[in-house]
Every structure is written in structure tokens, then in C-alpha cells.
């Protein structure tokens, strides 16, 4: 049984190429733990200064920075694609008697000092107070003025649900329902690929064949 262990914590764990590190991104998107926590996890587990520790959290934060870009390109793509489409915003103001242009004052802000990203502040800015009936995503909804990219990601990533269902087992759940007509089938069908997804592409594809003759 020990042996077992071993080889499936190897298989999840010990390959840092294996990791899944959506997860890790999900803690340090929930504003009460950020990036400190799985700093002060990763020195628990393997030690200060450990290399694979260093490599983890280098991981981390690389994956929270491509994620954040894709968002951000495609936000960018979509702002492109509104001003060709005729659909634009107001960007001016008032100052007295004359006009300013809001986006010539971005630029001239941005040639004068380095714009951080919504990543560099959000994890300079304070951590909320743990409490059990903090809702998080509630927070972030709270805070997409601010973080309007890193909303819309934080939004997707933690809604994912943690936990995943084996092909096998639903396909039981699914042999033990019973149907009044076969006008449910369809649905039974439809919940059964819903939860073999959720579980990995290889376990899909193995029975994609069993289901083409149904959906």
C-alpha cells in the first residue's frame, strides 16, 4: 500500500512538470492568502531556500502572469474590434473652460512613470482579513473597477469545482437511474459526457466512439 502511495504522489507531486498549478493560482487569487501563503507552504514543505521550492513559486507566478495576458489580449482584441465596429467611449473631461483627451493624458501618464500591472498591485495590496463567511468571488465583484482583467480571471478560475468524476462511475450512477421514457435518455446521455469531461481528454476520447451513435 505504502508503494501505491508512493508511485501515484511521484506520478501528482514529485514532477513539478505534472503539477497542476491552476491550483496554486487559486490561492493566491483568494485575497486573504495571495502569494505569501504558498511562499510559506512551499518553505513547510521543502525546506527555505529550497531550489524545487524556488522553482514551484517561480512556476506560480509565471502561470499567474500568462494567464493575466491572455485575458488581457483578448480584452484588447475586443476594444479594437468595438472602435472598428463603430462602438466607442467618452474619453474626455473638463478642466475649466478647455477640453483634455483622456487617452493623450494615459499616454503622457505613462511616458512619465512605469505602469505597474493589476498583478504587481493586486499583490502589493493588503491582504483581507480571514474570516469562514468572506465571499470571494464576491470581493473580486466588488473590486473589478479596480482589477477589471484580473476579475474576469479570477471569476473563471475559481468557479472551476476541485474535484473531478471517474468515466467509470458515471457510468454507474447512470445504470442506476431509472427512467419513466425514453424521452430522458438524451439527458442521461448528455450528464454522463458532461462528467467523463470533467474527468480528462484521455478517458473522453477512450468512449467518444460508444457516443457518436447517441448524441
Known sequence: ??????????????????MNFLLY?????????????????????????????????EKVEK???????????????????NKQGGVSSDMSSSFGDATIDLEEFDKFDSADQETKSEVD???AYGKEKRDDSFDILGWWKANAV?????????????????????????????????????????MMLKKIWIDMLAHDQASSEKWKKTFDGFL
Request: charged content about 25%; proline content about 3%.
Open 1 to 18: 500500500m505504502a508503494t501505491s502511495m508512493k508511485t501515484k504522489f511521484d506520478k501528482y507531486w514529485e514532477d513539478i512538470d505534472h
Open 25 to 57: 493560482v487559486a490561492v493566491v487569487l483568494d485575497p486573504r492568502f495571495k502569494l505569501r501563503y504558498i511562499s510559506f507552504c512551499i518553505e513547510t514543505i521543502y525546506g527555505k531556500n529550497s531550489e524545487k521550492g524556488k522553482q514551484i513559486l
Open 63 to 81: 502561470t499567474l502572469q500568462e494567464l493575466f495576458n491572455h485575458y488581457k489580449d483578448k480584452l484588447e482584441k475586443k476594444e479594437v474590434q
Open 121 to 123: 498591485i493586486y499583490l
Open 146 to 186: 479596480k482589477f477589471s482583467i484580473l476579475s474576469k480571471l479570477a471569476r473563471h478560475v475559481l468557479a472551476m469545482p476541485i474535484y473531478t468524476v471517474a468515466s467509470e462511475s458515471a457510468f454507474s450512477t447512470g445504470g442506476r437511474i431509472h427512467f419513466q421514457n425514453e424521452k430522458n435518455l438524451p
